[in-house]
Each structure stands twice: as structure tokens, then as C-alpha cells.
């Protein structure tokens, strides 16, 4: 079993920054990859990115140069690094990641992007 909480989320003015965290209950090192997704009001979960175990990464079209997804082994953390942030950004964003055939998801947290 692996729970995933995700913390950062918040109210932010287009243009702003936010850094989500993603603390999972064992160690990730073997655990490849970790990722977000999101999902807006009306509109599919969809990805934004991943990042595999050797630190390779991959990121929607949409977030590219402007979200960076990270990682912390030592602290089983999984960041993401989001400027920039538009309107488009609102969204409840989650973590996730596959493990022994099984896939966990956070409770995710709530990105708004608004002035």
C-alpha cells in the first residue's frame, strides 16, 4: 500500500508561481515514474508530467518551460514547479504513480489561477 498526499495548491494571480509537494509513505527510489496529473471543472484528468526513476522527464505540451517536475529520494517527495501560471492552470492537480501493478493517486489539491 502507498498513499500519496499533495500539498501547495492555492489561489494565485496569473503570472505567479506555485511549487507543489507530493510526500509518498515509502521509499520512491525504485518507483518509476512519478507523476501529476490534473483535472479542470468539466474536463478529463489529463498528465502534465513525470519523472522516471533516473531523473528523465516528460511534460504536456501545454506546461513545457514553464512547469519543472522533481524529485527528492531522501525525502520521498515529488515536486512541482509551476510559472508562470494562466487561467488555464485552474485545475485540481494530483500525484501519482504506479507501484507493484497497482496505481495511487493523492486527494489531490486545488490550483486557481485568477486575478
Known amino acids: 500500500q502507498v498513499q500519496l498526499v499533495e500539498s501547495g495548491g492555492g489561489l494565485v494571480q496569473p503570472g505567479g508561481s506555485l511549487r507543489l509537494s507530493c510526500a509518498i509513505s515509502?521509499?520512491?527510489?525504485?518507483?518509476?515514474?512519478m507523476a501529476w496529473y490534473r483535472q479542470a471543472p468539466g474536463r478529463q484528468r489529463e498528465p502534465v508530467a513525470s519523472?522516471?526513476?533516473?531523473?528523465?522527464?516528460n511534460y504536456a505540451d501545454s506546461v513545457k518551460g514553464r512547469f519543472t517536475i522533481s524529485r527528492d529520494n531522501a525525502k520521498n517527495t515529488v515536486y512541482l514547479q509551476m510559472n508562470s501560471l494562466n487561467p488555464e492552470d485552474t485545475a485540481i492537480y494530483y500525484c501519482?504513480?504506479?507501484?507493484?501493478?497497482?496505481?495511487?493517486w493523492g486527494q489531490g489539491t486545488q490550483v486557481t489561477v485568477s486575478s
Open positions: 501519482s504513480c504506479t507501484y507493484r501493478w497497482s496505481i495511487y
Open positions: 515509502r521509499s520512491i527510489s525504485d518507483i518509476t515514474p
Open positions: 519523472i522516471s526513476s533516473g531523473g528523465n522527464t
